[in-house]
């Protein structure tokens, strides 16, 4: 089975997805995000997982863009990088996702996500080497490198983590209702493709 997780209703992908494909709303952060996919998974093994929602922008990633993750961290955890964290990964848990290319996101923002239980603005401190910040990513991405499923994270960029916003939320979000999340058609992309050719995240 293809998993494709997302947090709210909202972020939903649009269209009939292909038989061999689900849907899983997981709720908002990296706790029910990993444990409702590893529900899922008990009854039903997955081939690969495709991670989607909306994401901040941070360090001029804009808002309105595709953001395809190339890397992610866990970012809340505020001890010492010398204290290891235990199960062979450094802290903030750094892992390496496959950088594909999408007929229907021919240029997306690649590169860090980062990965909290807060909201970010432009008083939280954060990796300046990041594109954007989410609340799921990162603990999929470790989920699915133990267990050696192919993983891809596709987001839209509703908001601005630390800067201006161009729309307020409330008009992105009636923006995306008539529109639809701009990775819908990725979704159909990637399940079309299979897992084939995709490699599990790795540790850094």
Same mark, same amino acid.
């Given at each position: 089975?293809?998993? =494709? &997780?997302?947090?709210?209703?909202?972020?939903?992908? /649009? $269209?009939?997805?292909?038989?061999?494909? +689900?849907?899983?709303?997981?709720?908002?952060?990296?706790?029910?995000?990993?444990?409702?996919?590893?529900?899922?998974?008990?009854?039903?093994?997955?081939?690969?997982?495709?991670?989607?929602?909306?994401?901040?922008?941070?360090?001029?990633?804009?808002?309105?863009?595709?953001?395809?993750?190339?890397?992610?961290?866990?970012?809340?955890?505020?001890?010492?990088?010398?204290?290891?964290?235990?199960?062979?990964?450094?802290?903030?848990?750094?892992?390496?996702?496959?950088? =594909? &290319?999408?007929?229907?996101?021919?240029?997306?923002? /690649? $590169?860090?996500?980062?990965?909290?239980? +807060?909201?970010?603005?432009?008083?939280?401190?954060?990796?300046?080497?990041?594109?954007?910040?989410?609340?799921?990513?990162?603990?999929?991405?470790?989920?699915?490198?133990?267990?050696?499923?192919?993983?891809?994270?596709?987001?839209?960029?509703?908001?601005?983590?630390?800067?201006?916003?161009?729309?307020?939320?409330?008009?992105?979000?009636?923006?995306?209702?008539?529109?639809?999340?701009?990775?819908?058609?990725?979704?159909?992309?990637?399940?079309?493709?299979?897992?084939?050719?995709?490699?599990?995240?790795?540790?850094?």
């Amino acid at each position: 089975m293809i998993y =494709i &997780t997302y947090a709210m209703p909202e972020e939903a992908p /649009r $269209g009939e997805l292909p038989a061999n494909a +689900r849907a899983i709303q997981t709720g908002i952060g990296k706790v029910l995000a990993v444990s409702k996919l590893t529900k899922a998974m008990v009854r039903e093994p997955a081939e690969m997982v495709i991670s989607v929602g909306f994401c901040g922008g941070i360090n001029g990633t804009p808002q309105g863009a595709m953001v395809m993750a190339s890397e992610t961290r866990q970012w809340d955890l505020y001890l010492h990088e010398s204290i290891p964290l235990g199960h062979d990964y450094a802290m903030h848990c750094p892992m390496r996702l496959p950088e =594909i &290319t999408l007929n229907s996101v021919p240029h997306p923002v /690649r $590169g860090r996500m980062i990965t909290g239980d +807060r909201f970010v603005d432009s008083t939280v401190h954060v990796n300046k080497e990041a594109v954007a910040v989410d609340m799921e990513t990162a603990a999929l991405a470790l989920l699915c490198g133990e267990l050696k499923i192919p993983m891809v994270s596709l987001r839209e960029v509703s908001d601005i983590a630390d800067g201006p916003q161009g729309m307020n939320h409330k008009e992105f979000m009636d923006y995306i209702s008539e529109k639809g999340p701009g990775y819908s058609d990725a979704v159909r992309e990637l399940a079309a493709r299979g897992p084939g050719s995709i490699p599990p995240p790795q540790k850094i």
